[in-house]
């Protein structure tokens, strides 16, 4: 199970830490990516981290604003979300996978349902 937390109404500039807390022991074995969909369109992909946290990977629309990290000691994965802007609003979710070459939602196994980010302009 994944559930997202963090996530609210923030003016543009402002910043967020949404968190993604997830239950089971096989956890810390995880991929685990960020999307975002925002209203009519598709979800996207944001950022990835590796197993043990070393490897990261980012959509271009969000490299050097946003952040992604771990604590497999607290089992959750976050994203910290920097110089926000009005077309980064939207439901951001995490997933698990196995493959961390996948960037597309359809190679992510399990989701959670999502927190609400809204930037104001």
């Known amino acids: 199970q994944l559930v997202e937390s963090g996530g609210g109404l923030v003016q543009a500039g402002g910043s967020l830490r949404l968190a993604c807390a997830v239950s089971?022991?096989?956890?810390?074995?995880?991929?685990m990516g960020w999307f975002r969909q925002a209203p009519g369109k598709e979800r996207e992909f944001v950022a990835v981290?590796?197993?043990?946290?070393?490897?990261?990977f980012y959509a271009g629309s969000v490299k050097g604003r946003f952040t992604i990290s771990r604590d497999n000691a607290k089992n959750t994965v976050y994203l910290q979300m920097n110089s926000l802007k009005p077309e980064d609003t939207a439901v951001y979710y995490c997933?698990?996978?196995?493959?961390?070459?996948?960037?597309?939602?359809?190679?992510?196994?399990?989701w959670g349902q999502g927190t609400q980010v809204t930037v104001s302009s």
């Open positions: 997933a698990t996978t196995s493959n961390w070459y996948a960037r597309d939602s359809r190679g992510y196994d399990y």
């Open positions: 089971g022991r096989t956890y810390s074995t995880y991929t």
């Open positions: 981290i590796n197993w043990n946290g070393e490897n990261t």
